[in-house]
């Protein structure tokens, strides 16, 4: 059978969601609780490669195990083989052919800032304490400028490995409450540390380090070197990961 889970994990103390040679992963222990359940070392493969420190609640991961076990079964195993940072919400039965990662239509993530001068110890590992005001109109207005089809090579890795930067981005806005600043942005796809160094940038323009104009000539230079620094992992979630939904597949948006 083939299983689809959706995971939702503090990455706080993982080294990202890829099993590593050394310390604790995501995947590293969801293969181990497949594997101590179904009794066979088995590969969990999931939507997209979270990096070390950063958080999910829509994460996407599937897995083949010979025997049959009702989903529900396996949620609730799963759920008491895996460490508190991690939990299963849902389990489901997919199709053989489905793909996590190729046939997702697009991810959602979400940065939150922490606005208040005060720290907190409740959100302190899920939020990036940015001290002083922000101009939150030209954060917006920057944040606009990336909606539709452009290159990232300005908001890549400098070690990323993708061969093409261009992106979809189908959504790209601030909300903000009392106490934080949240980013949201739903892409086709995205580069490695793209969100990080978008919110990095674009925190600059909202303290007046560069305005509105000065983001849009970043992304138009194509130059990862004029962009803002990476902002902290712990502040960014992977929120969904949408699929469209393809006859006889029998998936959808988890």
Known sequence: ?????????????????????????????????????????????GAGRTDAGVHALGQVACFRAAKEIEPSSVQRALN??????????????????????????????????????????????????????LDL?????????????????????ADCDATNPVRRVLCSEFTITAEQVVYTVEATAFLRHMVRNLIGTLVDVGTGARSVEDFRAVLELRDRQRAGATAPARGLCLMKVSYEDREGHGIGEP
């Not at 990202?16 to 101590?36: M, R, S």
């Not at 920057?142 to 300005?154: P, Y």
Request: glycine share 6%; hydrophobic share 45%.
């Open 1 to 45: 059978m083939h299983y689809k889970l959706t995971v939702q994990y503090d990455g706080s103390d993982f080294l990202g969601w890829q099993v590593q040679p050394q310390g604790p992963t995501v995947q590293g222990a969801l293969e181990e609780a497949v594997a101590h359940l179904f009794g066979v070392a088995t590969r969990v493969v």
């Open 80 to 133: 008491a083989l895996t460490p508190d940072a991690i939990a299963i919400p849902e389990v489901a039965v997919v199709a053989d052919d489905f793909d996590p990662r190729r046939h997702a239509s697009s991810r959602t993530y979400c940065y939150r800032l922490w606005r208040p001068h005060w720290r907190s110890p409740f959100w302190r590992r899920f939020v990036w304490h940015v001290w002083g005001p």
């Open 137 to 157: 109109d030209a954060m917006a207005a920057a944040a606009s400028l990336i909606v539709g089809e452009h290159d990232f090579t300005s908001f890549q890795a």
